[in-house]
């Protein structure tokens, strides 16, 4: 996989300028890039040492994780339901989904393989042992996990159809004026940043159904429904709207006075019908008490959240 995006700071070790640009790669997994020559400076290999320069183009080269570099790993699983084709997992803020460059051993395929061994779809491959959709590292909430390849591809068909019904909890920056709304704008790869998804005219239509549960001054509750599943995509419409989700470092959301890493957006609603027994499932978890904390601290004082 191939990143490319212009740098905007000049002077900065180039391994620390992307540990910085990469959320959850540590230094040392940077440095490891840099120094296999993954990472060109204006088409030029350069060294962990290299002090960036305003303007030129850096382009970073991740190679995917071989399938037998997968470990399983030992970890405790929330999970909020379970039967014989499916499981659905509450996964904790924090927690990459899949292996990736900086994360190989710490991903909840990893506990996946541990918990379930090989009792797991492999219809995305074995990188991605029953993974038919994903949340990322630093949202928490419901992701749905597929036991059997028959279940995976009727899952799979039912996401594409936005059939699957997926809900989130977001504290998003500033006073949003309407009580509720849609967004339906187009998402795509930001041009001048690859880490990054954007608002753009050939992107693919992205829709975000909202509702304001609760107003703080500078901070406001807010419910949404996806419709459409793009990468970032709550996070992408939202900073489109001037309202980024706060502690959201790659798209504008973080505030001194709020100590928070990673975006606070929860998944805490998941509906579907059961892929084998054609029943309607409906799933709720509470909230984080990291997002509780700072609900809290931020004034909210309106009880349980429905």
Same mark, same amino acid.
Not at 185 to 188: D, R, S
């Given at each position: 996989?191939?990143?490319?995006?212009?740098?905007?700071?000049?002077?900065?070790?180039l391994?620390?300028?992307?540990?910085?640009?990469?959320?959850?790669?540590?230094?040392t997994?940077?440095?490891?890039?840099?120094?296999?020559?993954?990472?060109?400076?204006?088409?030029?290999?350069?060294?962990?040492?290299?002090?960036?320069?305003v303007?030129?183009?850096?382009?970073?080269?991740?190679?995917?994780?071989?399938a037998?570099?997968?470990?399983?790993?030992?970890?405790?699983?929330?999970?909020?339901?379970?039967?014989?084709?499916?499981?659905?997992?509450?996964?904790?803020?924090g927690?990459?989904?899949? #292996?990736?460059?900086? =994360? !190989?051993? %710490?991903?909840?395929?990893?506990? /996946? &393989?541990?918990?379930? +061994?090989?009792?797991?779809?492999?219809?995305?491959?074995?990188?991605? #042992?029953?993974?038919? =959709? !994903?949340? %990322?590292?630093?949202?928490?909430? /419901? &992701?749905l996990?597929? +036991?059997?390849?028959?279940?995976?591809?009727?899952?799979?068909?039912?996401?594409?159809?936005?059939?699957?019904?997926?809900?989130y909890?977001a504290?998003?920056?500033?006073?949003?004026?309407e009580?509720?709304?849609?967004?339906d704008?187009?998402?795509?790869r930001?041009?001048?940043?690859?880490?990054?998804?954007?608002?753009?005219?050939?992107?693919?239509r992205?829709?975000?159904?909202?509702?304001?549960?609760?107003r703080?001054?500078?901070?406001?509750?807010?419910?949404?429904?996806?419709?459409?599943?793009?990468?970032?995509?709550?996070?992408?419409?939202?900073?489109?709207?001037?309202?980024?989700?706060?502690?959201?470092?790659?798209?504008?959301?973080?505030?001194?006075?709020?100590?928070?890493?990673?975006?606070?957006?929860?998944?805490?609603?998941?509906?579907?019908?059961?892929?084998v027994?054609?029943?309607?499932?409906?799933?709720?978890?509470?909230?984080?008490?990291?997002?509780?904390?700072?609900?809290?601290?931020?004034?909210?004082?309106?009880?349980e959240?429905?």
């Open positions: 996989m191939i990143s490319e995006f212009s740098s905007d700071r000049s002077g900065i070790r391994d620390v300028f992307l540990s910085d640009k990469l959320p959850g790669s540590s230094r997994a940077v440095s490891a890039l840099i120094k296999a020559g993954n990472v060109t400076c204006n088409g030029i290999v350069c060294k962990p040492s290299y002090k960036t320069v303007g030129e183009v850096i382009s970073i080269d991740i190679p995917e994780p071989e037998s570099d997968i470990k399983p790993m030992k970890s405790s699983l929330d999970i909020a339901f379970e039967d014989e084709w499916i499981t659905v997992i509450n996964k904790p803020r927690m990459v989904v899949h #292996p990736a460059p900086g =994360h !190989r051993d %710490d991903t909840l395929v990893n506990a /996946l &393989l541990y918990h379930y +061994k090989d009792d797991l779809s492999d219809v995305n491959g074995k990188l991605r #042992p029953g993974i038919v =959709h !994903r949340i %990322d590292k630093d949202t928490s909430g /419901l &992701l996990i597929v +036991k059997k390849n028959e279940a995976h591809l009727k899952i799979a068909e039912a996401i594409a159809k936005h059939e699957v019904a997926r809900s909890y504290i998003c920056c500033g006073t949003i004026s009580t509720e709304g849609t967004i704008l187009p998402v795509g930001d041009p001048s940043n690859r880490l990054r998804n954007t608002v753009i005219r050939d992107g693919k992205a829709v975000t159904h909202f509702k304001v549960i609760d703080f001054g500078k901070y406001s509750l807010v419910r949404l429904q996806l419709e459409t599943g793009r990468t970032h995509q709550i996070r992408v419409h939202m900073a489109h709207i001037g309202h980024p989700v706060l502690g959201d470092q790659l798209y504008g959301g973080l505030r001194k006075d709020i100590p928070v890493k990673g975006q606070l957006l929860h998944a805490y609603r998941l509906g579907f019908r059961h892929p027994l054609n029943s309607d499932i409906i799933i709720e978890v509470p909230l984080p008490d990291d997002f509780k904390s700072i609900l809290e601290g931020i004034g909210y004082k309106n009880g959240i429905k």
